[in-house]
């Protein structure tokens, strides 16, 4: 069940960001990093909107900032140390600039004894939050203001839904929407459902609501967003209803992610064939081609049953693309379980994958497994997939030569600012000569190489 927050509690919000606005006497910059996944960059946007609302505007750089936001990841213990070590690297900051504010929240702050342990550790942060109560940031900040002392508020439990909130987008045309938050599936190496809670979905009317906003403002490609986006109320079939939506509701170019395999209903499968707005391109991780390792990692399908749900998107839509995220060294995997994966990944064909080597997370039951593959092995056996999906990925962008596509073009290439760059319907990034004023619009442009990860190409 989902549980939207009243608008009384929005309202409190709303009139904390006036007396922050209020309470502070003179200009004020803010300086946000995200760390983890496109749910985080979200979030970041709306703690940026509610920002702004209280008078901030953005900084620069870090040093140039008067409040400091780190909104941090625990998918890998590698996006902890980096959150950490950034934090850390502040206390220096702050001796120079002893009025400078900082705030952590995110994942990581859900986790177990953690926001404590932050808070003993490293006294000089003024606001600690987590997941489920990003919307009280204006609440929390009026406090460190008022007080002149830290705060720290992470709440348990599962989370409701805040609608209202303002935003500040990254893009002028290309926006993410969420459609739900939380996870029920529990992998068993993941701690995602920890720190975001259970399934909760948004209201379908504040969805198209939102969809019909950005619309109107000139967003023409829209990302659905959710931690199992396709398990939208419950299911596939429920996700495909509110895709005919938003289908309709005037977006030119809709993409989704990410998707569980065990929810890739038939009729979600279909609405690649039908929906006339809906871009060929899916996100679906399989994390491992054993079907020993998938039921350890207790993902509900096996090997054969990924291949078949590829097989059926490939025969609704040829030129589908899809990508993946697969895990190395899972507790227990064999040289025979990690072969198994190389071949699905070969039968597979997927244009691109992220690959990850298996990493404890305290409180997951994969992180209790017994793990003897040394890391030596690990490290061998990641650098044979990714030599392996770097030559899938190269066939899939060497097959895109001599085609012409529609690609949404997002602004200067970061490589070459003489260069424009946008991407495909498949999602594949391509660069090409142009003038500025195609930033933002469809154009037309003929493949004509194609590099390690992206392609070239020229207008038609
Ligand atoms: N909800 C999405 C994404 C979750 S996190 C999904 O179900 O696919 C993104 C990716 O991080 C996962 O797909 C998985 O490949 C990886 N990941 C999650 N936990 C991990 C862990 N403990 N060690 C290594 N990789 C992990
Ligand atoms: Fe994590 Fe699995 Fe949920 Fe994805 S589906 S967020 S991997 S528990
Ligand atoms: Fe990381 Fe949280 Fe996303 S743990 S991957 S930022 S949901």
Sequence with gaps: MSITIPEQEIELQKSYMDAVKRINYRPQKYFIVTLGCQMNVRDSQTLAGMLEE????????????????YNTCCVRENAENRALGNVIWLKELKKLKPRLLICVGGCMMQEDGVAESLKRQYPFIDIIFGTFNYHRFPQLLYTAIKEQ????????????????????????????????????????????????????????????????????????EIMLLGQNVNSYQGGGDEFAKLLRDVDEAGVERIRFMTSHPKDLSDELIASFGTLKHLAGQLHLPVQSGSDRILQLMNRR?????????????????????????????????TADDFEDTLELTRQARFDAAFTFIFSPRAGT???????????????????????????????????QIGHS????????????????????????????????????????????????????????
């Design 149 to 220: 002392k830290p705060v720290v508020e992470v709440l348990d439990g599962c989370g409701d839904i805040a609608e209202g909130l303002p935003a500040v987008r990254a893009s002028k045309y290309m926006a993410f929407v969420n459609v739900m938050y939380g996870c029920n599936n529990f992998c068993s190496y993941c701690i995602v459902p920890y720190v975001r809670g259970r399934e909760r979905s948004r209201r379908r009317e504040d969805i198209l609501d939102e969809v019909k906003g950005l619309v109107d403002s000139g967003v023409k």
């Design 301 to 333: 399908y096996t090997a054969e049953k990924y291949l078949r749900l590829v097989e059926k998107l490939r025969s609704v839509r040829c030129d589908i693309g899809i990508t993946s995220d697969i895990i190395v060294g899972f507790p227990g995997e």
């Design 365 to 399: 039951k994969a992180a209790e497994m017994p793990d003897e593959t040394p890391d030596e092995v690990k490290t061998e056996r990641i650098q044979r997939l990714i030599q392996l999906q770097h030559e899938m990925s190269a066939k899939a962008l060497e097959s």
């Design 405 to 460: 596509f529609r690609v949404l073009v997002e602004g200067l290439s970061p490589r070459d600012d003489k260069k424009l760059c946008g991407k495909t319907e498949r999602g594949f990034m391509v660069n090409f000569p142009g003038n500025n004023d195609m930033i933002g619009q469809f154009v037309d442009v003929r493949i004509t190489a194609a590099g390690t990860n992206t392609l070239r190409g020229e207008a038609v």
């Design 54 to 69: 209280m008078g901030y505007t953005q900084a620069e750089s870090k040093e140039k900032a008067d409040l400091i936001l």
